[in-house]
């Protein structure tokens, strides 16, 4: 048995799937993991990391999206940049394998773009439970994300998603605020997607955040905040508060990020 060592990130986990592919060795000969969910190595396997290689995932997407469809691809970035716990990553099957045996199970079929209608298989079942995860978690943000205005015009914010869902994020913002300069800051894995009106987005690693800058708004952001507050208060009818329902529109976790309930 091969067991190919993969970055847990689209990029390498399509890297690993493509070397799989290119060894040759046959799909049963073949297992996918990632270097964050290796915690021991097996007698009798043959064991290589897989490098990130940006042409080779390129490829590997191209492909997905020509044979399975735009929508199974989607599905399968999500279930990729879901997050797991080291317990669960214990408890529930290794995700760059479930991904691997998905993929090679849409290419088999006729009809690829229903591979993720096939829940009775257990790699695509454990796809499916992590796409479903990271897209609930990237649909309440969409709703919840708060951007304040620093000093120098630029909208900030900060999020603190349990999956990896800044690209989503990112890409939707992009869309929807084309001419506005914003950093979306994702504070648990120190990453940020950073854009400037008028082009894409770029990710980019943030190991020590600057927290002075993020926290210099400018006056007018401030007065906002105060007259949203007030707003928001003033509205509110004491005897109708219901503090369970407020938890399940938006999630406690959600809290420290928006602004009226902090």
């Not at 060795?25 to 964050?36: A, E, V, W």
């Not at 998905?102 to 695509?124: A, E, H, R």
């Amino acid at each position: 048995m091969k067991v190919l060592i993969c970055e847990n990130s689209i990029d390498g986990i399509f890297s690993g799937v493509y070397r799989a592919y290119a060894s040759r060795y046959g799909h049963n000969n073949i297992r996918l993991t990632t270097s964050d969910a290796l915690e021991s190595f097996e007698l009798f396997c043959e064991y290589e990391e897989v490098p990130v290689d940006p042409e080779c995932s390129r490829k590997v997407a191209d492909t997905l999206r020509a044979r399975l469809g735009q929508e199974v691809y989607y599905d399968i970035c999500q279930a990729i940049s879901a997050g797991e716990t080291e317990k669960e990553q214990r408890k529930n099957m290794n995700k760059a394998e479930a991904v691997y045996k998905t993929v090679v199970l849409g290419l088999s079929m006729g009809q690829g773009f229903n591979v993720l209608n096939c829940l009775g298989n257990p790699y695509v079942a454990r796809v499916f439970q992590l796409a479903r995860s990271a897209g609930n978690e990237a649909h309440h943000l969409l709703g919840f994300l708060r951007f304040s205005e620093l000093e120098n015009g630029t909208l900030f914010s900060r999020i603190h998603p349990r999956n990896n869902v800044l690209p989503i994020l990112a890409e939707h913002f992009v869309d929807r605020l084309p001419m506005e300069n914003f950093i979306i800051y994702d504070e648990n894995r120190k990453t940020a997607a950073l854009h400037r009106k008028g082009s894409g987005y770029l990710l980019a690693a943030v190991p020590q955040a600057d927290e002075e800058f993020m926290n210099r708004f400018s006056e007018k952001e401030q007065e906002y905040r105060q007259l949203w507050l007030e707003f928001f208060h003033s509205i509110a009818i004491e005897a109708r508060k219901n503090p369970k329902l407020q938890r399940q529109n938006i999630p406690k976790r959600f809290w420290p990020d928006t602004v009226e309930l902090k």
